[in-house]
């Protein structure tokens, strides 16, 4: 049974950081595309950042908008995957989702978790 939990969501300051982790079961994340998404109420969820060990070894990649504040890591034993996200910025605030995708990256059969809400003032 495929089952994603997200967490470490909170409110912080501007120029603040959070990790938000993704524990996940039913599958073994090293062999797959993770990925962490966001989305605001009325707005289509857009993908923040994402590590790719299908085929490539654990690449990542980031949306423009978080790049160089934002990194993605996964701990295999653990099966859980990491957002860690400094210097906060207010449109950073979002709900933020967690995404398995079992075929590659950006596939329409992801598979997402419950989402923690992150805020920042």
């Known amino acids: 049974h495929v089952q994603l939990v997200e967490s470490g969501g909170g409110s912080v300051q501007a120029g603040g950081s959070l990790r938000l982790s993704c524990a996940v079961s039913?599958?073994?994340?090293?062999?797959?595309?993770m990925a962490w998404y966001r989305q605001v109420p009325g707005q289509q969820r857009v993908g923040v950042a994402a590590?790719?060990?299908?085929?490539?070894?654990?690449?990542?990649a980031y949306v423009d908008a978080v790049e160089g504040r934002v990194t993605i890591s996964q701990d295999n034993a653990k099966r859980t995957v990491y957002l860690q996200m400094n210097s906060l910025k207010p449109e950073d605030t979002s709900m933020y989702y967690c995404?398995?995708?079992?075929?590659?990256?950006?596939?329409?059969?992801?598979?997402w978790g419950q989402g923690t809400q992150v805020t920042v003032s």
């Open positions: 995404a398995y995708f079992p075929s590659y990256c950006g596939s329409s059969t992801a598979r």
């Open positions: 039913g599958f073994r994340i090293r062999n797959y595309c």
């Open positions: 590590i790719d060990s299908s085929e490539n070894a654990g690449s990542t």
